[in-house]
């Protein structure tokens, strides 16, 4: 019988090893949103209308440092009267851990259809800004943005 | 723990759109986050933002991990009468906070 010699032992404990790391291996990240999530979300959201670009400005800065607050500024090209308003203003990523940013709710009250906050990016991508009218169009404006900093997953504490 | 800025012009015409402007002190965390041992940092967020004008609800905003940390929102109305514009945060753990500014329409 042929001892088993030493190199050969090494070499099989060493494949051993090799296969029981890889499958210790978790996933520690969590799972991204892709665009097809994005369009998931932003079916979820608007139900089933037809979704036209233009009426609504979505203003980013082209190039962010810091992913962790970026300005927006969203327009609406709308008169604000009591029978042609935007209802809301939806905002959605496609490489964020969620495809969901914010939701704002308008009417007639708010004279001027033209919010501004600050939010996270997780990674370079496109974020996109869907308005509904009063009439129940939805319009639509994207915008790409370089992220060199990203949000969201960098380790607490 | 939880401050608010608001700025509110103190009057205004009537008719007129006025901006307001919040800001709110919170941690905003995702709850994607992870210690260095692993354990994931539970998620701690405001999920709503209201602003009432004499009762009125005149500007909402539903709100998602991805918005920065200490949620500050831009956006107008229209001067219609004195009276209160209350704010109010609500979220996570149970947080409320309200805030309230007076506006003199002449």
């Known amino acids: 019988m042929p001892r088993t010699s030493r190199r050969e032992f090494l070499k099989a404990a060493g494949g051993v090893a090799a296969s029981l790391g890889l499958a210790a291996v978790i996933k520690v990240e969590?799972?991204?949103?892709?665009?097809?999530?994005?369009?998931?979300a932003i079916r979820k959201t608007i139900g089933a209308g037809r979704v036209t670009p233009g009426k609504v400005k979505l203003e980013l800065p082209p190039l962010i440092e810091n992913g962790n607050a970026v300005p927006l500024t969203i327009s609406v090209d709308s008169p604000m009267t009591e029978a042609q308003h935007v209802r809301a203003v939806h905002v959605f990523t496609e490489k964020n851990p969620q495809p969901y940013v914010v939701t704002f709710h308008l009417g007639p009250r708010?004279?001027?259809?033209?919010?501004?906050?600050?939010?996270?990016?997780?990674?370079?991508?496109?974020?996109?800004?869907?308005?509904?009218?009063?009439?129940?169009?939805?319009?639509?404006?994207?915008?790409?943005?370089?992220?060199?900093?990203?949000?969201?997953?960098?380790?607490?504490i | 723990m939880a401050s608010a800025l608001i700025n509110v012009p103190a009057r205004a015409k009537r008719g007129e759109i006025i901006e307001i402007k919040t800001l709110i002190s919170h941690v905003m965390e995702t709850g994607f986050r992870r210690t260095q041992v692993g354990a994931v940092i539970p998620r701690n967020i405001i999920r709503r933002f209201v602003c009432t004008?004499?009762?009125?609800?005149?500007?909402?905003?539903d709100?998602?991990?991805?918005?920065?940390?200490?949620?500050?929102f831009v956006f107008?109305?229209?001067?219609?009468?004195?009276?209160?514009?209350?704010?109010?945060?609500?979220?996570?753990?149970?947080?409320?906070?309200?805030?309230?500014?007076?506006?003199?329409?002449?």
């Open chain 2, 76 to 106: 107008s109305t229209v001067a219609t009468e004195s009276g209160t514009l209350a704010f109010t945060w609500t979220g996570d753990n149970g947080f409320s906070v309200t805030e309230s500014a007076t506006i003199t329409v002449e």
């Open chain 1, 30 to 40: 969590p799972a991204r949103a892709t665009p097809s999530e994005m369009q998931e």
């Open chain 2, 53 to 61: 004008y004499n009762g009125t609800e005149v500007f909402s905003a």
């Open chain 2, 63 to 72: 709100l998602h991990p991805a918005i920065s940390a200490n949620p500050f």
């Open chain 1, 110 to 156: 708010a004279g001027r259809a033209r919010v501004a906050t600050r939010m996270r990016l997780a990674d370079s991508q496109n974020v996109t800004a869907i308005c509904e009218l009063s009439d129940g169009s939805f319009w639509s404006d994207s915008v790409s943005i370089v992220v060199t900093l990203a949000a969201c997953l960098e380790d607490g």
